[in-house]
């Protein structure tokens, strides 16, 4: 099984329509943080959450929610999706000692909002 | 002007050339740096930490000049499974925030 398992990895769904992404690991680790990739803007930090009670927003935040569910647990919520929400999102995670060993990505969900 | 910055590509070699990346940043405080490698629609995998005095993994070898705030990847002897998109990143001190770069894509031609 994946470290950091992504579902569902294909949708697409309708303008209006609430959807929610999940992220599930199984790394141990207290991080774990949502990006969206778009072709030449690179990964976008969307929220970011360091431990169960602890919730921030990313650079790119408006129009999306998360939920820290447990420590293994990190979901994302489009509340009322729109066309240009249309990306490849992410999750990853890490421990605290990130900044010497990076981070572990999910595969990925592929979006697409019509 | 981009906190981290690439040049896209694609970079078109031959197998067996050699080939080098560079990605420079502007924030001097930046603490870590990373090389991942991503495949088309794939996730991003990290192909190796940079460190102050370079650093080798076989046939890739990163370096950090901190003085021109560029770090570098040289593949040597490249292979066809080679081909993907180089990300770089940087840390920054203190926030720990990751800054990915859009990416360098390289096409290993046979």
């Known amino acids: 099984d994946a470290d950091v398992t992504q579902t569902p990895r294909n949708r697409i769904t309708k303008t209006g329509k609430r959807i929610m992404l999940e992220c599930s690991q199984t790394k141990g680790h207290d991080r774990m943080y949502w990006y969206r990739q778009d072709p030449g803007l690179g990964l976008r930090l969307i929220y970011y959450s360091f431990d169960v009670k602890d919730i921030n927003k990313g650079e790119i935040s408006d129009g999306y929610s998360v939920s820290r569910q447990a420590q293994a647990k990190f979901s994302l919520s489009l509340e009322s999706a729109i066309p240009n929400q249309t990306a490849l999102y992410f999750c990853a995670t890490s421990g605290a000692d990130s900044p010497n060993y990076g981070y572990t990505f999910g595969s990925g969900t592929r979006l697409t909002v019509v | 002007r981009k906190e981290v910055e690439q040049d896209p590509g694609p970079f078109n070699v031959p197998e067996g050339a050699t080939v080098a990346f560079n990605c420079t940043y502007s924030?001097?405080?930046?603490?870590?740096f990373f090389w991942y490698r991503q495949d088309c629609r794939k996730e991003p995998k990290l192909l190796m930490s940079?460190?102050?005095s370079g650093n080798e993994d076989g046939r890739f070898t990163a370096q950090l000049n901190r003085a021109s705030q560029y770090i570098s990847l040289l593949i040597r002897d490249s292979k066809l499974s080679d081909s993907a998109t180089y990300l770089c990143v940087v840390v920054h001190s203190g926030t720990y925030k990751y800054i990915f770069g859009t990416g360098t894509r390289l096409k290993v031609l046979a």
């Open positions: 940079v460190y102050s």
């Open positions: 924030n001097s405080a930046s603490q870590s």
